[in-house]
């Protein structure tokens, strides 16, 4: 096997694709088995709980018939609000992957090519160490943006459009309309709707630099009671 540059080729690849595996997958798992993986109610935080409400406002109905009403209590409108923003963003992670749109939009910013300057931050291991990122979508086409800072970047009516129909907003945009998240127009999103814009405007609403990392402005929810709400209250329901 030695004799023939076939054979060299072939025992060298396999030590790679050996070295590759042992550097990618059992070295990062050695480092963080001991790290706890958080549910979809541990990631709820103030910037996402501002544009979930924010959903709230702009499409009373539509919200009202999707998640129902919060109670007349306020302590417990604020686990209420937790646990609805949980459940959207579990269904929208669902619709996202559903729709195919992990296909053209990558979820990781990479150290490479003044990524950090056009999507933010270099993603780390830590983002990525809960629910919502099973499997981890850090896709290798960008037909379309990276999306991991997509959060807060723009409205709740710009995503609900840019959904119904791209080219609405940019006329040359390869994306297709998904009329089926909504009740017949881009102001009725439906509960898909809905979810899915929760889903994406979660995406980055963790960083110290949302909603925009060229300009920080601090959300006004941004330090809501989180800790009150347990993980199996929401499982309960």
Not at 15 to 32: C, E, K, T
Not at 84 to 93: D, N, P
Request: hydrophobic share 35%; proline share 8%.
């Amino acid at each position: 096997m030695f004799e023939s540059k076939s054979g060299v080729l072939l025992i060298a690849g396999l030590f790679f694709f050996g070295l590759a595996f042992v550097s990618n997958v059992v070295v990062p798992v050695i480092m963080y088995r001991d790290l706890p993986e958080k549910t979809a109610l541990e990631v709820v935080n103030g910037n996402l709980r501002y544009q979930f409400e924010d959903l709230a406002r702009r499409y009373p109905e539509e919200f009202k018939k999707a998640f129902g009403e919060p109670p007349a209590s306020e302590t417990e409108q604020q686990k209420w609000w937790n646990e609805k923003c949980a459940e959207a963003l579990l269904a929208g992670r669902k619709i996202y992957v559903g729709e195919g749109c992990w296909h053209c939009h990558s979820q990781f910013v990479r150290p490479v090519s003044n990524e950090d300057k056009r999507w933010g931050p270099v993603s780390e291991s830590k983002e990525y160490q809960n629910e919502l990122q099973r499997p981890v979508m850090f896709g290798t086409r960008r037909v379309g943006p990276d999306l991991s800072r997509e959060g807060g970047r723009r409205s709740n009516d710009w995503h609900a459009v840019h959904f119904f129909e791209p080219k609405r907003l940019s006329d040359k945009s390869p994306m297709p309309g998904y009329p089926w998240l909504f009740d017949g127009s881009p102001d009725k999103p439906n509960r898909r709707g809905l979810v899915l814009i929760a889903y994406v405007q979660w995406l980055g609403s963790w960083l110290e630099s949302y909603p925009y990392f060229e300009q920080y402005e601090q959300s006004p929810l941004k330090d809501i009671p989180l800790a009150e709400t347990k993980p199996d209250d929401a499982a309960a329901k």
